[in-house]
């Protein structure tokens, strides 16, 4: 299995009890915004992409409820973070791989293109009238 795992739907209904405060609210777990009523999202503590053993059963521990435009994928938020550090590993395993950037110096620029003179249309006989 080297796909990425989804939490279950009684997962989620875990987390989301979880969240809730004393009022009934859903409460974002990362900043704490009122998000009832809102996309919330369930995220992965830690990205999947840097988790190695993709064969241990997602538990709620491994989650937790954002929402989406407070903590999850508003500007700088978890997943920006997310992403700069998968692309970090992802550096590192290749350079302790040994595997070095291919080196390109790109392609020839192409040939401007020639402008239409005149609009282009078809001449008007361009029909041939056979009767």
């Given at each position: 299995?080297?796909g990425?795992?989804e ?5 989620k209904v ?11 609210c859903?409460?974002c ?8 009523g809102?996309?919330?999202e ?7 992409a ?7 059963e ?8 954002l929402?989406?435009d ?20 992802k ?15 790109g392609?020839?620029?192409a ?21």
């Open positions: 299995m080297s990425r795992r939490f279950t739907r009684s997962q875990a987390m989301l009890k979880r969240a809730m405060d004393l009022r009934g859903i409460r777990e990362g900043c704490g915004l009122n998000v009832s809102k996309v919330v369930f995220d992965h503590v830690i990205p999947e840097l988790i190695l053993d993709k064969t241990r997602l538990s709620i521990d491994d989650g937790r409820v929402g989406r407070c903590c999850h994928r508003a500007p700088g938020a978890k997943t920006a973070r997310d992403l700069a550090a998968i692309a970090e590993a550096r590192r395993e290749a350079r302790h791989l040994g595997i070095k950037p291919i080196a390109s110096r392609f020839n620029r040939p401007p293109q020639m402008k239409a003179s005149r609009p282009l249309a078809k001449p008007a006989n361009w029909r041939r009238d056979d009767h």
